[in-house]
């Protein structure tokens, strides 16, 4: 049974920083292409960031480009994303995502196979 379980959201200032974690069980971790996304109220859910099986390629969005970093670490079955520098406009709920298909690194909620229940994080102003 596949499972992805994400922590370390939680309430932070503008300004701050938090770090999110997924434990994979379940899937040959070493062997997925790993991404985060995050869905807000009223909006579709939206690519975050996503990092190659190696770990040598990794992909932001736009909006977190500067601020967020991505990292695995394939001994402990563990994708991470380090934000720093957030914003009100980070606050949602993040999901990490897997895809087994060795594929190139997608950054469409379509290009990935399984999903974690989702961390909130919420950015006061």
């Known amino acids: 049974q596949v499972q992805l379980v994400e922590s370390g959201g939680g309430l932070v200032q503008a300004g701050g920083s938090l770090r999110l974690s997924c434990a994979a069980s379940?899937?040959?971790?070493?062997?997925?292409?790993m991404g985060w996304f995050r869905q807000a109220p009223g909006k579709d859910r939206e690519f975050v960031s996503a990092?190659?099986?190696?770990?040598?390629?990794?992909y932001y969005a736009d909006s977190v480009k500067g601020r967020f970093t991505i990292s695995r670490d394939n001994a402990k079955n563990t994708v991470y994303l380090q934000m720093n520098s957030v914003k009100p406009d980070d606050t949602a709920v993040y999901y990490c995502?897997?895809?087994?298909?060795?594929?190139?690194?997608?950054?469409?909620?379509?290009?990935?196979?399984?999903w974690g229940q989702g961390t909130q994080v919420t950015v006061s102003s």
């Open positions: 990092i190659s099986w190696t770990g040598r390629n990794t």
């Open positions: 379940g899937i040959t971790f070493s062997r997925c292409n």
């Open positions: 995502a897997a895809d087994k298909t060795w594929a190139r690194v997608g950054k469409s909620v379509f290009d990935y196979d399984y």
